[in-house]
């Protein structure tokens, strides 16, 4: 699967000096530190003057709107193919995972690859994989002190967005001393916290309120109460007219009980999928692991996988891999 180098930051600095045509993108399912790392690496290399197109497979979501200069992500174009001198995608451990994305692209010059999933793939010609940042906004903070970036406010902002969202709220394990620094850094950069952290987490439409009712109404526990899981099937969906960046964060409330040990999300997609979200307490219950035997992937502590319906199949087959895991793990 690997074709590229472990590139340093000053390689890939060279390499985008030298291009003038520049594709930012990020996975589907965008969360804020794919949008935010995104979005801040995009200023960054137009204040550098060069042609910069911030393409994902669902262009901006409404929740995300909240995110500084976030009308720079564009749905890519449903017809053409377009060149690029470099491709570079951000938060995304499968070359798949950047969807639409690909078919709008045609030739590229360069892929570089910015990550922290444990399970990237180092699918570019330069990539950088940093599996001990909490965030891609922290690998991109640390790219830009090095290569002597200008942080705006803007930039700021989304970094802190990328971080905050992707540690907890400076909670999970990979939230270092460092994290901090950097979080400190871009507060003195610009970023407003309260107002910045209540469009992050007091905003939600009372339609994410109607979801997690449903979902609770499903919740289930098993192995012993240390494993806790809901589902949502496609009926339900429509019924609530849920977005699919809706139930972001929902599994925190399984996670949350006493004696859980891995909280799972089923939801039911078209064409007989399951698309199924974990986390985990503790880093001995590796998740990453448990999606990977499902094709599936991302940290020890928060995972996903793809399997195929229907969805209580799937789910039946998932929860006892993870019960498994759990009893293996004692
Ligand atoms: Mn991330």
Redesign the pocket.
């Known amino acids: 699967m690997s074709h590229g180098i472990d590139a340093t930051f000053s390689q890939i600095k060279h390499t985008l000096d030298a291009a003038t045509r520049i594709l930012v993108s990020c996975h589907v399912r965008p969360?804020a530190?794919?949008y935010g790392s995104a979005i801040a690496m995009a200023l960054h290399l137009k204040a550098q003057g060069k042609e910069v197109t911030l393409w994902n497979e669902e262009g901006m979501t409404e929740k995300f709107r909240y995110l500084p200069e976030s009308s720079l992500v564009q749905a890519p174009p449903e017809q053409g193919k377009h060149d690029f001198d470099v491709f570079l995608a951000l938060?995304t451990s499968t070359k798949e995972r950047l969807g639409r994305v690909l078919k709008a692209t045609g030739q590229v010059t360069t892929w570089i690859n910015l990550d922290?999933?444990v399970s990237n793939h180092r699918y570019a010609d330069l990539n950088y994989i940093d599996d001990t940042a909490p965030?891609?906004g922290q690998i991109l903070y640390d790219y830009l002190v090095e290569v002597g970036g200008t942080i705006t406010p803007a930039v700021a902002e989304n970094l802190y967005a990328?971080i905050s969202t992707?540690t907890g709220s400076f909670q999970y394990g990979k939230t270092s001393p460092h994290t901090f620094r950097l979080a400190a850094d871009l507060v003195e950069k610009g970023v407003n916290v309260p107002e910045l952290s209540r469009k992050m987490y007091d905003s939600y439409p009372r339609r994410r309120l109607e979801l997690l009712k449903a979902l609770l109404n499903s919740a289930r526990f098993g192995c012993d109460d240390r494993v806790a899981s809901f589902s949502l099937s496609m009926e339900t969906a429509k019924n609530l007219a849920v977005l699919p960046e809706d139930n972001e964060g929902l599994i925190d409330h399984l996670r949350a009980v006493e004696g859980v040990q891995v909280a799972v999300f089923f939801e039911e997609l078209p064409e007989n999928k399951v698309r199924v979200s974990m986390r985990s307490k503790e880093p001995r219950f590796d998740v990453c692991k448990i999606c990977g035997l499902f094709g599936g992937g991302g940290h020890p502590q928060a995972a996903g996988a793809r399997l195929s319906g229907p969805l209580d199949a799937a789910e039946e087959k998932v929860l006892e891999a993870i019960c498994h895991e759990v009893r293996n793990n004692d």
Request: aromatic share 0%; net charge negative.
């Open positions: 969360d530190d794919a938060d922290h999933h965030a891609t990328a992707d």
